[in-house]
């Protein structure tokens, strides 16, 4: 009989290499973490940035971080950059998913850092010192699971639109109609320990599962503002696309009512006004 290591690589799918994710952990829980951090990712057809992203990952400093890449069988040369980054760090799953929080569901199967951050294929970490500073500030609440800091928003370009983050007791009265405003999910830390108490992204949802799945921790949960800039966050993806501006509406609306949250009505109607327009103009 063939080695059990041997016949696994034998039975990998192609497409599958770098570190499979045939030989990592199948659960977050029960487990020592290896890394002080998990980023996932998921990725389609990113080459323009994917590249970026992984070196503001693989280039923080004084911190262990693994970077989870689950990537939809990308045609557009994604793979070879996949292949080219290839580091022990990088764990790289190829394979067709139904969209970004299928993905990130699978990857949370195989994380092994005790913070969790979910990152843009086209978005970078801020800076190589960001994840050092991050811990450094986490270690003053030592009870807290969640935390978040700033998201600067930049055009594909790279020119500044805004920055997105503040103290938690801001967003009190905050809409993003037709729901409630939340922290920037692109520069929230999840501990690895609230996907075991919360439910996950839910896959019916393909824009705004990640808004959900924060507004069910937060009805239970404090989250911790930590006054940095996380991530720059590229305005150019599905959920900023004007051709998806009805459909987020419709998600948006659904959030509220699945979390019995209530809306102003006049901004809900406006709201739904200027997503009607905006489709039209896509």
Sequence with gaps: MLPGFFLAILMMK????LRSTLFLPDSTSGQSPDYDFSVITACKDSSATLEACIQSVAAQENVRVEHLIFDAESKDGSYEI?????????????????????????????VRGRWIIF?????????????????????RFPECRLFYGQVRKETLSGELISF?????????????PPTRAFPPHPATFFHKS??????????????????LHVGRIIATET???LDFVVTKF?????????????????????????????????LVFRSFAASVLNKLRA
Aim: aromatic share 12%; glycine share 6%; net charge positive.
């Design 194 to 211: 609230l996907f075991d108490d919360f439910p996950r992204f839910d896959e019916s949802y393909k824009i705004c599962a990640d808004s």
């Design 164 to 176: 997105n983050g503040e103290p938690f007791a801001n967003y009190a009265n905050k809409f993003d």
């Design 14 to 17: 192609p497409g599958s290499f």
């Design 234 to 266: 590229r305005v150019g993806g599905i959920s900023n696309s004007r051709r998806h501006a009805l459909r987020k509406w419709n998600e948006k609306l659904r959030i509220s009512r699945t979390l019995k949250y209530r809306i102003p009505l006049f």
């Design 223 to 225: 989250p911790q503002f």
């Design 82 to 110: 996949l292949q080219r980054l290839s580091r022990p760090e990088l764990v790289v799953n190829v394979e067709k998913d139904g969209g970004v929080y299928e993905a990130w569901n699978k990857a949370l199967k195989r």
């Design 119 to 139: 990152l843009g294929s086209d978005d970078e970490l801020a800076s190589s010192t960001v994840m050092y500073e991050i811990l450094q500030g986490m270690s």
